[in-house]
DNA sequence: GTAACTGCAAAAAATTTGCACACTG
DNA sequence: CAGTGTGCAAATTTTTTGCAGTTAC
């Protein structure tokens, strides 16, 4: 039984799901659907607690199964919090990086890269060639701002 | 008794750890030692091997008590590898960031930072107050493009 | 149908903690 | 010497794995 959370993020995993041959089980779309109506990152505790509210009994290896593949995927970004402790959020695959708030973990999409206008050749020089880049950005959202 | 191992980055620990009050253990100069000499960034148990390798018997337990304290002092930077792994580098205070080798793991600073330039205001927009960033290139370095 | 997935329970890896002893300042 | 820091071993947490039974395609 295959259950059909409706909208764009579910469609536009099952569609990368399909381009793979893999397969868009209830549980991989119900990962896709918390992650999507979460307004935070979520730890893949969370995850697994929300999944499981969802279908009942879900397996915790299935959830970090599904993580691990999805990131491959870019259906999902793998976040890092200054405290040492990572979270996950939904990202359409398109080049978007992310505010984090690190009161609440709130997660906020910035499309304009602040690499895009990097000189590489400074750092190319030295032989590296730079292949992908992870940013981040630290700080309070506005909720969290006015809360202090 | 604590060894003195004589160099930049072994008196910057010094002097930061003093500045707080904290005690310059033969252990901890030996992590600074050990990531000062490394080409690459190290796991932690590949520097609990190399502290082992240069003291003797060292608990894994300091070693992660250290790498904690620096990295909040600012004396090494965790990295965060593609594969979902991380690995420490030492990192002296100022606003650097690090290029990764995917495949040796060697790392390699660059100072002028993307985000330098970046027009914060179309996020702060939102209310997002920005308070730092981590950015972190991923690419090959010159000896494993030979390599490959 | 059948290959890809899942749940479960167990195994392995990573990290933390408590406490008696040791070392720095 | 006083208090910070360490080693050790145990506890906890996190992640991975194997396999019999399901499910999507």
Redesign the interface.
Known sequence: MMKDFECTQESYAREVLREKGLKSTTQRLAVVHILHISEKSLSIGEIHGGVKDMLGNTGLATIYRTL?MFEDLGIVK?L?F?D?GHGYAFSQGEHVHH?V??DCRGV?D?S?C??E???YA??EK??????????????????C?EAA
Chains 1, 2 share one sequence.
């Open positions: 691990e793998r890092h200054p040492g505010m708030c690190v906020f910035f304009e602040p690499a206008n990097f000189d400074s750092v030295q032989g590296f060639r730079v292949k992908d880049h992870f940013i981040q950005l630290f700080g309070q959202c506005g909720k701002v």
